[in-house]
């Protein structure tokens, strides 16, 4: 069974600068997370999708963050324009439905902001 | 407050050793999950917990429901066992992370 996939796993780029991350979850797992982990922290949700719907995005900065699951398969995660406190790895997770079920993360991927 | 804590923050150990982690969480709670993070790796889960202990290897997991406890022992400890362990709550529909443990075992 294939892994929750996501792209890319490194990007740099300078303060005020956009950028976009992509994270195609388990087939048929219906609950899709994007955490975000600074270095030396534990994840912090950002946001959670059920199919193609916001489930929490209550500690997503909308000023700069907004993401998408239109279709209730793949996810996009965008940040315009980027801080430097926004370097972190950011994780995607998914898993089987809202009940007591493992969560399986993907590898991250690791923005540096300059 | 954090809705889960952990202890030890860093903890350094010679091969071999046994190893013990600690997580304690205050609110009821669905399951325990505790997770596994090499350095510059993603995230892989180790253990599902609602009711008493897990064994999986040298890995065990046990959970004290009432006490709002769980631990996690690692026997016979190896230098491919240093990495970062979190403890992970689900209470609803949403998980609360510990900071996490991270593990060094010395060669």
């Known amino acids: 069974e294939a892994g929750v996939a996501q792209s890319p796993r490194y990007k740099i780029i300078e303060k005020r600068q956009s950028v976009a991350f992509w994270c195609n979850p388990i087939?048929?797992?219906?609950?899709l997370y994007w955490y975000q982990q600074i270095l030396g922290q534990g994840p912090k949700l950002l946001i959670q999708?059920?199919?193609?719907?916001?489930?929490?995005d209550s500690q997503l900065p909308k000023d700069r963050f907004s993401a998408e699951r239109l279709k209730g398969v793949d996810s996009t995660l965008k940040i315009q324009p980027a801080k430097l406190e926004d370097s972190a790895v950011y994780l995607c997770a998914s898993s089987l439905s809202g009940g007591p079920g493992e969560l399986f993360f993907g590898e991250g991927s690791r923005l540096t902001v300059l | 407050k954090n809705e889960v804590e952990q202890s030890p923050q860093n903890l350094t150990a010679q091969e071999g050793e046994f190893i013990t982690i600690n997580c304690s969480y205050s609110?009821?709670?669905?399951?325990l999950h505790w997770l596994q993070q090499h350095p510059g790796g993603g995230i892989v889960s180790l253990f599902m917990?609602?009711?008493g202990k897990k064994k999986h290897g040298r890995l065990i997991a046990t959970i004290n429901i009432q006490e709002k406890h769980s631990s996690l022992h690692i026997t016979a400890s190896h230098p491919r066992d240093s990495a970062v362990y979190i403890c992970?709550?689900?209470?609803?529909?949403?998980?609360?992370f510990g900071t996490g443990t991270s593990l060094t075992v010395i060669p």
């Open positions: 087939s048929g797992h219906a609950t």
């Open positions: 609110v009821g709670i669905s399951a």
């Open positions: 992970a709550v689900r209470i609803g529909n949403q998980f609360y």
């Open positions: 999708f059920q199919n193609n719907g916001v489930v929490d």
């Open positions: 917990l609602s009711s």
